[in-house]
């Protein structure tokens, strides 16, 4: 048994919107353990719908539809379903009842469009939408396959499916057995290398362990088929422990965790407080240990030193050596945070100099060397270099330099 | 001639991820006037993917893949393709030569399986990956046929879409009866109202007009369809203006142009700097700020004042207003816009204090409550009071306080 989800809009085929619909679908099946292989996206098109149907009711037994409920003339959604199956729609008075009343309640008359949305196959059990005018379906057309439609709207669909989806889908005997997954996340070690570490575990069946690349980071996602959380921790806690025992100090944390309130923990564990000075990152690093809530119990905040004078005027940077080693250099990173920590009296200093580009690069500093420099408790500075390259754009440099610094500021604090 | 997408990746089928890469080609492909009437989404498993490949070549004759590229075991669509067209799979010495340049350039030694990403079917043309290891392929396997190939990674199928498929498919003939778009961009009107106000100009067919919000900004794109951009451009002219004229001060921009970039060219015209003491952004201002290249023609930096012990020591605001007034309040924004201004020596000073939630708010003072303060080249300051709410979360209204920072400059260096 294997569910399929078919979206049908135009808006999608055009880019317009993203499929945010598909994805929370996605993840209830999952939740529910219902295997599911295929997404079409398919616009308001008789021809094209039943083709889409063709395939998908040749390989699934459960076709999930969104989109297509509504009163206008190009939505097609259920005539298209009732034809296929060449069933006669039925008009049904209670959900002509239901719209009438839900256009009293906002003081208007149901227009007679509306009047299409009670038209439901013959036999298809009414899937009611309590948040707008259009139901959907829960209907056998043949013994094997289930065909469940919701509209478009996000929240619509969204109530619907909590309402009454899950407990249908459970009464079919599903969420006993589900997915359940864990991701760890790595810093400062690329997906193939982890990959070849992580070897034979990349094999296994339950749980299965999948990497994931993006912007720097590298995830492992541990996912494990059970039929309870405690079932699936069994399975997936010595993986886990095997993989950070691999990734060493690059695993830094996982699920929800970010470097950020990771970071946030050891602070706050340590009792500690940090300020940040910023160049290249031009506020960047401030904004990702904020958005953490409750980070003002150990960010105090700090400088954005974009231009010299600031680096100067508010973290007290020495001008000779600005003129001397130049803004990007490793003294330069030591004495930002050294005067961030000092001027604002925080444990911790931390501060990102570099060259973002795409100008301003030279042969001796190039587009993407970043120097970060870390202040400790006990007053001494240290710097690191860092080479982002510039294939990756400016963007990707200033991204991958604030996280830079936050695992940098990990590890130091890890190592007290 | 139509074109299909077909996205592989099990973190789309378990929801882990929405299908942005889907979307951005929808409306690559629009733009081209290339019709597209189906997407499908499918693990990285070769049996399935075999199967979507048989429908997929069946009614279309662009396909378009992501994802599956990458050097781990999981990544299978090359060799899936090539298996399918029984065409056999070469080693390109150039492949090999660009990864292993690339690793160098950033200090490490190509792994053996990267090795794998050189493999691609006989035949097939590479589609250069300058920014990521995994590059692509444009395929005849068959006379009626293109395949193109992209990894999954946003960033990379971009750069690879941007660099290499859009000349290609304009070489095919593509692009000539194309659509044309333009987006008007409004700050501080709701979608609502302004569509209410466009009225009929939303009805039209050539160029069509459609709203989209988000984030608290309003667009709203028109679209042509003409056989070049000059004859696009007659058609949405005098539509631009129309709408420019409704937005009245709401507009602010099109297209690329951000709240920052047009700030950034404000100030530049004027010949004027600017710096900011940002409290709840906690540096997402300036982050802003700092997307735009050259952005340090105008933009000196800035304070961080978290915490209020940096409101006084950086910015010298008064800590008896503190105390009296509150960190949230309209004296102590002005008292920041100004300080920063003058420590910094810059023509303008902007500031944001607010409090962002979830926690911190009071009756008086609820969470949403935002004060922007603005000093200006006579040194003049004024402060502007903001509620957005909780509804939304924190991340909102860091976000949207950021813009309303930006606008409200906006609009003062405008009244100038």
């Not at 030193?305 to 990173?333: F, I, M, P």
Request: glycine fraction near 12%.
């Amino acid at each position: 048994m294997t569910a399929e989800i078919i979206c049908i809009g135009t808006e999608l085929l055009l880019g317009n919107i993203l499929n945010g619909n598909a994805r929370y679908i996605a993840e209830q099946l999952a939740d529910l353990g219902i295997p599911h292989y295929y997404q079409t996206v398919v616009g308001d098109n008789p021809t094209r719908i039943k083709q889409v149907l063709e395939v998908a009711a040749g390989r699934s037994n459960i076709l999930i539809f969104t989109g297509g409920l509504g009163p206008t003339p190009d939505d097609l959604t259920t005539e298209t379903l009732a034809d296929f199956f060449a069933t006669p729609l039925v008009e049904r008075a209670e959900i002509i009842a239901d719209i009438t009343e839900k256009f009293a309640h906002r003081g208007r008359t149901m227009s007679p469009s509306n009047r299409k949305q009670a038209l439901l196959p013959e036999g298809a059990q009414i899937l009611p939408n309590s948040v707008g005018s259009a139901p959907g379906i829960i209907w056998n057309p043949r013994e094997t396959l289930t065909v469940l439609t919701f509209p478009g709207v996000p929240a619509e669909m969204k109530h619907m499916w909590q309402e009454t989806a899950i407990p249908y889908l459970k009464s079919q005997g599903w969420g006993k057995q589900g997915f359940y997954s864990r991701t760890l996340k790595f810093w400062g070690i690329s997906e193939s290398e982890l990959a070849e570490k992580a070897g034979a575990l990349l094999d296994s069946t339950n749980p299965t362990v999948a990497p994931y690349a993006n912007f720097g980071e590298v995830k492992l996602r541990i996912s494990a088929k059970a039929s309870s959380q405690a079932a699936a921790d069994d399975l997936i806690d010595p993986v886990e422990r095997q993989l950070r025992d691999i990734g060493g100090r690059h695993y830094y944390g996982k699920d929800e965790e970010t470097l950020a309130s990771v970071v946030g923990r050891l602070l706050l564990n340590a009792g500690e407080t940090l300020a940040v000075a910023e160049s290249c990152t031009g506020g960047g690093l401030g904004q990702m240990l904020t958005e953490i809530p409750g980070s003002s119990q150990y960010f105090w905040g700090g400088a954005i030193a974009y231009d010299n004078r600031v680096k100067v005027a508010l973290l007290g940077v020495d001008s000779e050596d600005l003129a001397t080693h130049g803004a990007v250099s490793d003294l330069v990173a030591q004495q930002m945070a050294a005067g961030v920590r000092s001027r604002l009296g925080t444990s911790w200093g931390l501060s990102v100099t570099g060259i973002a580009g795409p100008g301003g690069g030279t042969i001796a500093k190039p587009v993407g060397l970043v120097y970060i420099g870390v202040a400790d408790p006990q007053g001494r500075s240290q710097s690191f270099e860092y080479r982002f390259g510039q294939t990756r754009g400016r963007a990707w440099v200033r991204l991958v330099s604030a996280c830079s610094a936050l695992d940098r500021l990990r590890c130091s604090i890890d190592m007290q």
